[in-house]
């Protein structure tokens, strides 16, 4: 027989082609990668991040460190207990303030108002509390309302009638302190009595050391707890999650922070303890960041920030974001003008005018916050705060004018501003825009 014939039949199964698998591989998110290389990977996504513009709170805090140093070498007693004590509650009212123009900054728009509201939500509690008479808590909570409601009738006029927000504002910079002038009538100013609520609210210290060491000890138990939980909520989605070991880092550096901070403010001599100022502005900021990063509503403010009308076409309220922002922002602008009216004795007619405005929103843009809208935090409000108010206090012991201090605090918000737009621009150029 020849060959052909002792070949066997030709097997369909065999010469069919092998079966090529269509299927993609999965998509590796490049979080994941750099998790995966540990702090190497970190350091390796921290140099491209720099690279792309995106810079993040790293300007402002070097900025703190360089002010610290600078200083610190010229009196040494910038870093002393008394010194931070200072800073801490001269911060807290102007600070609130500025949450609120962080909420609206992150809009991209701007409220030129927030100085005459303070003024007006003081006006109103000197008014209730001391000439008629009204409950201390409950004049205080009116004054808070009535910020609100300005704020929210701003809103309106922007979302609903169409009115720029810079014109709506300034008419309400004018109109307001017209309303203040006259609230407050002949005699100009009302004095804030002795242990009353507003007096308290920067003139309280706690001086048993446990609160400032037991305030400290919550917060780096909070800070550590959200890691862990946001960390198990990810690897429950099969998303990627921070390693014990970074969760370990971070709150080791919250640790020393605050707890450095606490040590401070209640063991060298002639420290006065916690004061209550700064206790209630972290619960702002606290607060204010769990909204923004945590709910749908703080997600809404990014999406209408960064595009209304993508927003809009999404299915988000638009106007009922902007008219909310808005009544946030006249809110905490009466709340800080019980601050300042605390500070400086009582109610008057110019309270909130002057360089109040400026810092107000300085402190945000400086604090890393865009003034293009939809990018920026609400921890801008105390790094900012923290830039001008240090700027303000180091000066001081060096016995510097006040003109000085704003020529300084104008540079500072000219850089701040100049390092957004080249960051914004870089970032359009690699592309992560």
Same mark, same amino acid.
């Given at each position: ?6 070949? #066997? ?16 591989? *999965? ?34 805090? /070097? ?28 911060? &807290? ?18 409220? @030129? &108002? ?27 909570? /009116? ?6 409601? $300005?704020?929210?009738? %701003?809103?309106?006029?922007? *979302? ?16 307001? &302190? ?14 804030? #009595? ?33 890691? @862990? ?14 390693? @014990? ?29 916690? #004061? ?11 607060? *204010? ?11 809404? $403010? ?10 809009? !076409?999404?299915?988000?309220?638009? %106007? ?21 009216? &605390? ?44 830039? /001008? ?29 100049? /390092?957004?737009?080249?960051?914004? !621009? ?8």
């Amino acid at each position: 027989m020849s060959d052909l014939t002792k070949q #066997p039949a030709n097997d369909p199964a065999k010469d069919a082609p092998a079966a090529v698998d269509a299927t993609p591989p *999965a998509a590796v998110d490049p979080r994941l990668l750099v998790r995966e290389q540990g702090f190497a990977g970190y350091l390796g996504d921290f140099r491209r991040r720099v690279r792309g513009g995106e810079l993040g709170s790293l300007p402002v805090v /070097i900025g703190l460190v360089v002010i610290a140093i600078v200083f610190q070498f010229k009196n040494s007693s910038f870093l002393s207990a008394d010194s931070l004590a200072n800073i801490g509650v001269y911060t &807290s009212g102007l600070g609130i303030m500025a949450v609120g123009i962080v909420f609206v900054l992150l809009l991209g728009e701007i409220d @030129l &108002s927030v100085g005459s509201v303070a003024g007006v939500g003081a006006a109103v509690w000197a008014v209730l509390s001391v000439t008629k008479g009204v409950n201390d808590w409950l004049a205080v909570l /009116i004054a808070i309302v009535v910020g609100l409601a $300005i704020g929210a009738l %701003h809103g309106f006029f922007f *979302a609903k009638i169409g009115v720029p927000a810079f014109v709506v504002t300034l008419a309400g910079f004018l109109g307001w &302190s017209g309303l203040q002038i006259w609230m407050m009538g002949n005699e100009g100013s009302i004095n804030t #009595p002795s242990g009353s609520l507003v007096e308290n609210l920067t003139g309280y210290y706690f001086e048993d050391k446990a609160a400032g060491y037991g305030l400290a000890l919550v917060a780096v138990l909070a800070y550590a707890g959200s890691l @862990l939980l946001d960390s198990r909520r990810r690897k429950a989605a099969a998303l990627p999650a921070r390693p @014990l070991s970074e969760i370990l880092l971070r709150t080791g550096v919250v640790a020393v922070i605050a707890f450095a901070v606490a040590y401070v403010l209640n063991e060298p001599a002639g420290a006065r303890g916690l #004061p209550l100022a700064l206790v209630l502005f972290l619960g702002v900021l606290l607060l *204010a960041d769990f909204v923004v990063r945590r709910t749908t509503y703080g997600r809404q $403010i990014f999406a209408v920030g960064g595009n209304a009308e993508a927003a809009r !076409r999404a299915g988000i309220n638009v %106007h009922r974001i902007r008219i909310s922002v808005f009544a946030i922002s006249g809110m905490l602008a009466a709340f800080g003008g019980l601050f300042i009216a &605390s500070l400086s004795g009582g109610a008057t007619k110019n309270l909130g005018s002057g360089n109040t405005l400026m810092n107000v929103i300085a402190a945000a843009v400086i604090g890393g916050t865009s003034l293009f809208g939809g990018r920026g935090k609400i921890w801008s409000a105390l790094l900012g705060m923290l830039v /001008i108010q240090s700027i303000q206090q180091g000066l001081n012991l060096l016995g510097m004018a006040s003109e000085i201090q704003y020529m300084i605090t104008g540079a500072v918000l000219l850089a701040a501003v100049v /390092i957004d737009s080249v960051s914004r !621009r870089t970032q359009k150029t690699a592309g992560r825009t």
